[in-house]
């Protein structure tokens, strides 16, 4: 008997669910490079090289266990361009049995997987992804009956369940469940302490496929010139271990703090390897508990990156697949502004959009503040197509699957759920961006200008971003003071602001 187990760009992981109970005589696992998957998006260079040179490292790390790997590359010549017919392909080769698989962590490839049955004569078994915390019967028993899912009462019962941070008697360590009030320290001056993350110098299989990548991906957005990208379960450790070591202890200070020319500040840089199955997350997070049990890290560290972990991680996988396929063309707000250019080159005025666009483009990666409140914050008070939107973030970061990336950005960042993943919108003016970073300091806008044409975009759009859609958010009682303060304003200064964010979108378009 012989089982073909496709295995996926983001299931790099030895723990797989698939492989369960599967014996190396009689086993074949399937692996594939395929043009559907590289191209249904303009995904940025670094990320398509990231998933391609980790998967061929995989695979050898699963031949050296003692695995049989039928791996196709993107540039065999009789590749059908898709995961079906590469199924198909190596149904012809090996004359399966059967054939097992994990179930895929996006929609649209589960849609796929689900015509396999029909379209082969073999029988398919599709099992759960067993490394994650909170399972889809789970995460749906919990929201059953709620008017609002709120991810921190999501996030107790995950700390219930894996035991993480709890003490003697089941009561959350230090008797708090959260300590986000003492994370939101601004940046401090003293880039010289700034740890940075480890870099990988690329080894013959990553520097191939990056050469593949120059040449088959030149029209998709990004740089490879940075490429330092762990490739291997063995240094993605190393990366995490180098975390622990070096950064996590100030991770919870500075979480939300940005710095000109500094991208990665006291971040892990470590969902790439969590979302294509390097690094599992429990155990990521059993390390981080250990070394506050240990003395080596603070309470509020260590909490508030358990909480992004098996929190928010898991929350968000849950909100995808409850809500399903069709949750990505919300747009409860309604805005249909086209995504600016500058969203690609970096080419603005303002600083702070510069920065964090500017090394998405170099790196594949922004830290979650840069993403919510600098790109993700001025879409959202410009009135720019949320599926545009979901669509760059999609595109430009290493960690972004659809699974994680389409609830971040469409429904916390953009609002177009309505407001089911976040109680208000995540819309501020500059003042936010200048109490926690140095960006500002650095922009040909005035921070403190309200209006004219010095005044900080941020500034503008945000009054007249509530102002189009009091409508809809004039009842949120999270924004009843803001609203209250808008109504007393003068009729000429809601005018100004009026005329210098239409002044200002007009500019975008132009």
Known sequence: MTILIPILGDQLSGNLSALNGADRDDTVILMMEVDAETTYVRHHKAKIAFILSAMRHHAEALRAAGWTVDYVKLDDPDNSGSFTGEVARAIERHAPDRIVATRPGEWRVLAAMQEWPDRFDVPVELREDSRFVCTHAEFDAWAEGRKQLRMEFFYREMRRKTGLLLDG???????????????????????????????FAPDAITQQVLDLVAGRFRNHPGSLDHFVFATTRDDALAQQTHFIQHALARFGDYQDAMLTGQPFLWHSILSPYLNCGLLDPLALCQ?????????????????????QIIGWREYVRGIYWRE???YAQRNALNATRPLPGFYYDGQT????????????????????????????????????????VHQWYLEVY?????????????GMSQFADGGLLASKPYASSGNYINTMSDYCSHCRYDVKAKTGAKACPFNLLYWDFLDRNEDVLGKNQRLSMVYRNWAKRADKDKQAIRADAKRFLDSLTR
């Open 324 to 326: 399903g396929p069709d």
């Open 287 to 307: 390390a981080v508990e250990e070394a506050y049990r240990n003395g080596k890290v603070p309470l509020n560290a260590t909490e508030g990156f358990i909480r």
């Open 349 to 388: 005025d303002m600083h702070c959009m510069r920065q964090a666009i500017g090394q998405t483009m170099d790196h594949a990666y922004a830290h979650h503040i840069q993403r919510l409140m600098i790109t993700g914050n001025f879409a959202l008070v410009a009135g720019i197509d949320p599926h545009a």
């Open 169 to 199: 008697n089941g009561k959350p360590e230090g008797g708090e469940w959260n300590y986000d009030s003492e994370n939101r320290k601004p940046p401090p001056n003293e880039p010289l302490l700034i740890p940075q993350p480890k870099r």
């Open 398 to 410: 290493a960690d972004a699957y659809e699974w994680v990336e389409l609830p971040n950005t469409l």
